[in-house]
C-alpha cells in the first residue's frame, strides 16, 4: 500500500510538472553530468501532432479495394468453349503476343474500358442510367500481388458484367465487349464525346492471362445487378460460371500464376511494366495500395498550356535521355485522320548507333493513351528516326495482338500527314530561327539527305531538299544557303529553266582552285560547293528542284560542245596540227586508260582534266567497291576522258619532248594523267602515284 502511494505522488506531481509546463530530466552517470534540459508540454503536444500527421499522410498513401470476400455459392455450371477458341486460346498462349509482360497492359486496357463504359452510361442518362448502383464510387483499377501463393489480383470498379455478358465476352474468343458497346451506341444514334476514352477494337485481351496462368477466376457484379457471378478456367477447354456472393461492383481477375512466371507476382516488376504500357491511362493504378501511374499524358493537353519544364520532364521519360528538345512539335488533327502527336527534335549530337539504318525509331505508338508499341518503325520514315515522341491515333486499326499493324492504306496515310508535318515544322524553324536550325543542321543534316536518298517520291524529295544548306562561290566562308536562295539569283537567261551548278570538294580552297570551277568562275556563275563526300549523290539524287535541273561542273564540262571548238585558240596555244598530233601519241601511251583524249578551251590554269559520265557515282564507286576491281577493270568502268589545255606550258613542252624525249614525255603523260586522276577524286589511294613520281623525277634530272 504504501508503494502505491509513493508511485500515486509521483504521478501527481509529474501530473502538476506539465500542467505548468515544463519538466526538470536530470541525467547523471559516473564520469559525466548534464544540464538539466527542460521540454515543455507545448512541445511534447507538438511531437504528438507532427506524429499523427505522418502516420496520417503515410495512411493516406495507401487504399486498397481489394479483399477477400468473395465467396461462390451453389453448383458451377461448366460451358464449353466454341472449337476455334480452343484453338485460339493456344495460339494466344504460346505465340501471339512477342513478350510475356503485354497481358498486363491488355488487362487494364479492358478495365480502364469498363471505367469509361460506367462513365458514358452514367453521363447518358436515360433507363440504363437509372438503374446504375453505386454511382458516386470512385472509379480506379487496383492491383495487388502475392509472390508466397503466386497469384496476381486486377480489379476495378468499372461497369461489370452480368451473367450473359460473362458467357459472351470471355466465352467467346475475338469478340470485344467495347467494341459492341461503341456499336451498339451507334446504332442508338448517341454517340458522343464520352465514348471517345473507351479502347475496343481489341477482342482477345483478356485471354492473355493464360500466358502466365495455369488458371484464372473472374468475379464480376454489374451495376444494374444486385448479384455477382465467378468465372473460372484453366484455359484448355472449358469454363464454370457460378453465383457468388461478396462481389463488389465491377470486375475482379485473379490469375494463380505458372511456376515460371512467378517474377509477375513481384510489385517492383509490374510497377516498371505499368510505367512502361499503362502510364497514361485516364483512371488511376493502384498497385498493392500505392499509386502506380502519374505521369500526364502531355500530348493530349492543349499545347500552349503545356510549361516548358513539363516539356523536358516528359522528352526525358519517353527518350531516355539526359538533353533537353531542341524543338517540339505538338500536333493535333482530326483531317485526314485523327492524330495526337507529340515529337521532340534532340538537342544532342546523334551517336554512332543512332546514326545507323539499324536502329530503331525513337517514337510510341499510342491508342487512346494505351501504348501499343514503344518503338514503331512505320509510323516516320527511316530518315527521321533521330526524332523522339508520340503518336496518338484513334483510327489506327491493330491486329489481335495490338502490335502489328494491319491497315496499311493508312499506316501510308498516317505517315505522309506526319512526314509533311515535320517537313513543314522545320521549314518553319528555318525561317524563324535561322540560327538554331543551321546547329540542328550541322547536327542532323545527315538524316535529311539519307531521306532524299532513299525516298522514291520526288515532290518529298524536294520537300527535304528546301532544308538542305551549302557554302557559295558568291558568300563568304562559313555562310550557307538555301536552294530557294540560289534560285532568287540565277539568271533566267531566253526564257529556259535556271540550272543549279555544284562542284564537290574537300574544302573551299579545293573548290575555288578547282580545274571544273575555273569555266564558271570566269563567267561569275554561283556554284553550290559540296564538302561532305556524299553531298554530290544527294543532289544528284534529287535531280531537279521546283523544275529547274542540278547539274555537277563536271558533267557541265563533259556535255559543253562550245569548249571543243578550236577555230580561235590564239597565237600563244599548240596549233591545230600539234595538238591533232599530241592527242593521237597521248592515246597510244594512255591506252587502256583514257578512252578519249581532246582539247578544250575551258581550263586556263591547269595543263588538263579529267570527265566521267557520272562523277559522283563514280567516285562512290571508287570509295566502296573499286578494291574488288584490278586497275583494268576499273579504267573500264569508269571511261575517263582526259581534257587537255593546248595554251599551258606543260602540255606545249610535252609536245616537244614527245619527238626529242620521248621516255621523258612518256613518264611525264602517266603523270599528268595520274594527277588529273586524284584531282577528279577517282584515285582511292594516291600514295600510288609514289613510284612512277619518283621514276619522272630521276628521269628528269638525268641532265643534272
Same mark, same amino acid.
Given at each position: 500500500?504504501?508503494?502505491?502511494?509513493?508511485?500515486?505522488?509521483?504521478?501527481?506531481?509529474?501530473r502538476?510538472?506539465?500542467?505548468?509546463?515544463?519538466?526538470?530530466?536530470?541525467?547523471?552517470?559516473?564520469?559525466?553530468s548534464?544540464?538539466?534540459?527542460?521540454?515543455?508540454?507545448?512541445?511534447?503536444?507538438?511531437?504528438?501532432?507532427l506524429s499523427?500527421?505522418?502516420?496520417?499522410?503515410?495512411?493516406?498513401?495507401?487504399?486498397?479495394?481489394?479483399?477477400?470476400?468473395?465467396?461462390?455459392k451453389?453448383? @458451377?455450371?461448366?460451358?464449353?468453349f466454341?472449337?476455334?477458341?480452343?484453338m485460339?486460346l493456344?495460339?494466344?498462349?504460346?505465340?501471339?503476343?512477342?513478350?510475356k509482360?503485354?497481358?498486363?497492359?491488355?488487362?487494364? $486496357?479492358?478495365?480502364s474500358?469498363?471505367?469509361?463504359?460506367?462513365?458514358?452510361t452514367?453521363?447518358s442518362?436515360?433507363?440504363?442510367?437509372?438503374?446504375?448502383q @453505386?454511382a458516386?464510387?470512385?472509379?480506379?483499377?487496383?492491383?495487388?500481388?502475392d509472390?508466397?501463393?503466386?497469384?496476381?489480383?486486377i480489379?476495378?470498379?468499372?461497369?461489370?458484367?452480368?451473367?450473359? %455478358?460473362?458467357?459472351?465476352?470471355?466465352?467467346?474468343?475475338?469478340r470485344?465487349?467495347s467494341?459492341?458497346?461503341?456499336?451498339q451506341?451507334? %446504332?442508338?444514334g448517341?454517340?458522343?464525346?464520352?465514348?471517345?476514352?473507351?479502347?475496343g477494337?481489341?477482342g482477345?485481351?483478356f485471354?492473355?492471362?493464360f500466358?502466365?496462368?495455369?488458371?484464372?477466376?473472374?468475379?464480376?457484379?454489374?451495376?444494374?445487378?444486385?448479384i455477382?457471378?465467378?468465372?473460372?478456367?484453366?484455359?484448355?477447354?472449358? =469454363?464454370e460460371?457460378?453465383?457468388?456472393?461478396?462481389?463488389?461492383?465491377?470486375?475482379?481477375?485473379? +490469375?494463380h500464376?505458372?511456376?515460371?512466371c512467378?517474377?509477375f507476382?513481384?510489385?517492383?516488376?509490374?510497377?516498371n511494366?505499368?510505367n512502361?504500357?499503362?502510364?497514361?491511362v485516364?483512371?488511376?493504378?493502384?498497385l498493392?495500395?500505392k499509386k502506380?501511374?502519374?505521369?500526364q499524358?502531355v500530348?493530349?493537353m492543349?499545347a500552349?498550356?503545356?510549361t516548358?519544364?513539363?516539356h523536358?520532364?516528359?522528352?526525358?521519360?519517353?527518350?531516355?535521355?539526359?538533353?533537353q528538345?531542341r524543338?517540339?512539335?505538338?500536333?493535333?488533327?482530326?483531317v485526314p485522320?485523327?492524330?495526337h502527336?507529340?515529337?521532340y527534335?534532340?538537342?544532342?549530337?546523334?551517336g554512332?548507333?543512332?546514326?545507323?539504318r539499324e536502329?530503331?525509331?525513337?517514337?510510341?505508338?499510342?491508342?487512346?493513351?494505351?501504348?501499343?508499341?514503344?518503338?514503331?518503325?512505320?509510323?516516320l520514315?527511316?530518315?527521321?528516326?533521330?526524332?523522339?515522341?508520340?503518336v496518338?491515333?484513334?483510327?489506327?486499326?491493330?491486329?489481335?495482338?495490338r502490335?502489328?499493324l494491319?491497315?496499311?492504306?493508312?499506316?501510308?496515310?498516317?505517315?505522309?500527314?506526319?512526314?509533311?508535318r515535320?517537313l513543314r515544322f522545320?521549314?518553319e524553324?528555318?525561317?524563324k530561327?535561322?540560327?538554331?536550325?543551321?546547329?540542328?543542321?550541322?547536327?542532323?543534316?545527315?538524316?535529311?539527305k539519307?531521306?532524299?536518298i532513299t525516298n522514291?517520291?520526288?515532290?518529298?524529295?524536294?520537300?527535304?531538299?528546301?532544308?538542305?544548306?551549302?557554302?557559295?562561290?558568291?558568300?563568304?566562308?562559313?555562310?550557307?544557303?538555301?536552294?530557294?536562295?540560289?534560285?532568287?539569283r540565277?539568271v533566267?537567261?531566253e526564257?529556259?529553266?535556271?540550272t543549279?551548278y555544284?562542284?564537290?570538294?574537300?574544302?573551299?580552297?579545293?573548290?575555288?582552285n578547282?580545274?571544273? =570551277?575555273e569555266?564558271?568562275?570566269?563567267?561569275?556563275?554561283?556554284?553550290?560547293?559540296?564538302?561532305e563526300?556524299?553531298?554530290?549523290?544527294?543532289? +544528284?539524287q534529287?535531280?531537279?528542284?521546283?523544275?529547274?535541273?542540278?547539274?555537277?561542273?563536271?558533267?557541265?564540262?563533259?556535255?559543253?560542245?562550245?569548249?571543243?571548238d578550236?577555230?580561235?585558240?590564239?597565237?600563244?596555244?599548240?596549233?591545230?596540227?600539234e595538238?591533232?598530233?599530241l592527242?593521237?601519241?597521248?592515246?597510244?601511251?594512255?591506252?587502256?586508260?583514257?578512252?578519249t583524249?581532246h582539247?578544250?578551251?575551258?581550263?586556263?590554269?591547269?595543263?588538263?582534266?579529267?570527265t566521267?559520265?557520272?562523277?559522283?557515282?563514280?567516285r562512290?564507286?571508287?570509295?566502296?567497291?573499286?578494291?574488288?576491281?584490278?586497275?583494268n577493270?576499273?579504267?573500264g568502268?569508269?571511261?575517263?576522258?582526259l581534257?587537255?589545255?593546248?595554251?599551258?606550258?606543260i602540255?606545249?613542252?610535252?609536245?616537244k619532248?614527245?619527238? $626529242?624525249?620521248?621516255?621523258?614525255?612518256?613518264?611525264?603523260?602517266n603523270q599528268?594523267?595520274a594527277n588529273?586522276?586524284?584531282g577528279a @577524286?577517282?584515285?582511292?589511294?594516291?600514295?600510288?602515284?609514289?613510284? $612512277? +613520281?619518283?621514276?619522272?623525277?630521276?628521269?628528269a634530272?638525268?641532265?643534272?
Amino acid at each position: 500500500m504504501a508503494n502505491t502511494m509513493k508511485l500515486f505522488t509521483v504521478f501527481r506531481a509529474s501530473r502538476n510538472l506539465l500542467n505548468s509546463g515544463k519538466i526538470c530530466v536530470r541525467l547523471t552517470s559516473r564520469n559525466t553530468s548534464f544540464r538539466p534540459n527542460f521540454i515543455t508540454a507545448k512541445t511534447i503536444q507538438s511531437s504528438r501532432l507532427l506524429s499523427t500527421a505522418a502516420n496520417e499522410a503515410k495512411d493516406s498513401d495507401y487504399h486498397t479495394i481489394i479483399s477477400d470476400k468473395e465467396k461462390p455459392k451453389g453448383e @458451377g455450371v461448366k460451358h464449353e468453349f466454341q472449337a476455334e477458341t480452343r484453338m485460339l486460346l493456344d495460339i494466344v498462349a504460346q505465340s501471339l503476343y512477342s513478350e510475356k509482360e503485354v497481358f498486363i497492359r491488355e488487362l487494364i $486496357s479492358n478495365a480502364s474500358d469498363a471505367l469509361e463504359k460506367f462513365r458514358y452510361t452514367q453521363l447518358s442518362g436515360g433507363e440504363e442510367a437509372q438503374k446504375l448502383q @453505386g454511382a458516386d464510387r470512385q472509379l480506379e483499377i487496383h492491383i495487388a500481388t502475392d509472390k508466397q501463393n503466386r497469384t496476381l489480383t486486377i480489379q476495378d470498379t468499372g461497369i461489370g458484367m452480368t451473367k450473359e %455478358e460473362l458467357i459472351s465476352n470471355l466465352g467467346t474468343i475475338a469478340r470485344s465487349g467495347s467494341k459492341a458497346f461503341l456499336q451498339q451506341i451507334k %446504332e442508338k444514334g448517341t454517340e458522343s464525346s464520352n465514348t471517345s476514352n473507351i479502347i475496343g477494337q481489341f477482342g482477345v485481351g483478356f485471354y492473355s492471362a493464360f500466358m502466365v496462368a495455369d488458371k484464372v477466376e473472374v468475379y464480376s457484379r454489374a451495376t444494374s445487378e444486385d448479384i455477382g457471378y465467378k468465372w473460372s478456367s484453366d484455359g484448355t477447354g472449358s =469454363y464454370e460460371i457460378q453465383e457468388a456472393d461478396g462481389v463488389q461492383f465491377g470486375t475482379k481477375i485473379v +490469375m494463380h500464376l505458372k511456376t515460371d512466371c512467378r517474377e509477375f507476382s513481384d510489385d517492383e516488376m509490374l510497377k516498371n511494366v505499368i510505367n512502361k504500357y499503362s502510364n497514361f491511362v485516364g483512371s488511376p493504378i493502384y498497385l498493392n495500395g500505392k499509386k502506380a501511374n502519374s505521369v500526364q499524358p502531355v500530348w493530349l493537353m492543349d499545347a500552349k498550356s503545356v510549361t516548358p519544364q513539363q516539356h523536358n520532364e516528359f522528352y526525358r521519360y519517353i527518350s531516355g535521355s539526359y538533353d533537353q528538345p531542341r524543338f517540339t512539335l505538338h500536333y493535333n488533327t482530326d483531317v485526314p485522320i485523327s492524330i495526337h502527336a507529340l515529337l521532340y527534335f534532340p538537342e544532342g549530337k546523334p551517336g554512332l548507333f543512332e546514326m545507323s539504318r539499324e536502329n530503331e525509331s525513337g517514337v510510341a505508338l499510342y491508342t487512346r493513351k494505351v501504348l501499343i508499341k514503344s518503338k514503331t518503325d512505320n509510323i516516320l520514315p527511316k530518315w527521321l528516326r533521330f526524332i523522339k515522341g508520340v503518336v496518338d491515333s484513334d483510327d489506327i486499326p491493330l491486329n489481335l495482338s495490338r502490335e502489328l499493324l494491319q491497315n496499311s492504306a493508312l499506316i501510308r496515310k498516317l505517315t505522309t500527314v506526319l512526314t509533311n508535318r515535320v517537313l513543314r515544322f522545320l521549314q518553319e524553324q528555318a525561317k524563324k530561327h535561322p540560327e538554331e536550325f543551321a546547329k540542328f543542321y550541322t547536327d542532323y543534316g545527315l538524316f535529311l539527305k539519307e531521306g532524299i536518298i532513299t525516298n522514291h517520291d520526288q515532290n518529298e524529295k524536294e520537300e527535304i531538299a528546301k532544308l538542305l544548306r551549302f557554302e557559295s562561290s558568291h558568300k563568304d566562308t562559313g555562310m550557307k544557303i538555301g536552294l530557294d536562295d540560289y534560285l532568287s539569283r540565277a539568271v533566267d537567261t531566253e526564257g529556259r529553266q535556271k540550272t543549279i551548278y555544284y562542284l564537290a570538294a574537300p574544302s573551299r580552297a579545293l573548290a575555288e582552285n578547282s580545274p571544273y =570551277y575555273e569555266a564558271l568562275k570566269r563567267k561569275q556563275q554561283e556554284v553550290l560547293f559540296c564538302y561532305e563526300p556524299y553531298d554530290e549523290l544527294v543532289l +544528284m539524287q534529287l535531280q531537279q528542284y521546283k523544275g529547274n535541273k542540278l547539274v555537277s561542273v563536271e558533267k557541265d564540262m563533259r556535255m559543253d560542245k562550245q569548249a571543243n571548238d578550236l577555230t580561235n585558240l590564239g597565237e600563244d596555244s599548240l596549233k591545230r596540227s600539234e595538238i591533232d598530233a599530241l592527242t593521237n601519241w597521248m592515246k597510244d601511251k594512255l591506252s587502256g586508260k583514257a578512252f578519249t583524249i581532246h582539247a578544250t578551251t575551258r581550263l586556263e590554269a591547269h595543263p588538263c582534266v579529267v570527265t566521267v559520265e557520272e562523277m559522283a557515282a563514280a567516285r562512290h564507286f571508287i570509295r566502296t567497291q573499286s578494291h574488288q576491281l584490278n586497275e583494268n577493270q576499273r579504267y573500264g568502268l569508269l571511261q575517263p576522258q582526259l581534257e587537255i589545255n593546248p595554251k599551258h606550258p606543260i602540255i606545249k613542252k610535252l609536245h616537244k619532248l614527245s619527238t $626529242s624525249d620521248p621516255i621523258l614525255a612518256e613518264l611525264l603523260t602517266n603523270q599528268l594523267f595520274a594527277n588529273a586522276m586524284v584531282g577528279a @577524286g577517282l584515285v582511292d589511294d594516291p600514295r600510288v602515284l609514289l613510284v $612512277s +613520281m619518283n621514276d619522272l623525277l630521276t628521269k628528269a634530272l638525268d641532265k643534272h
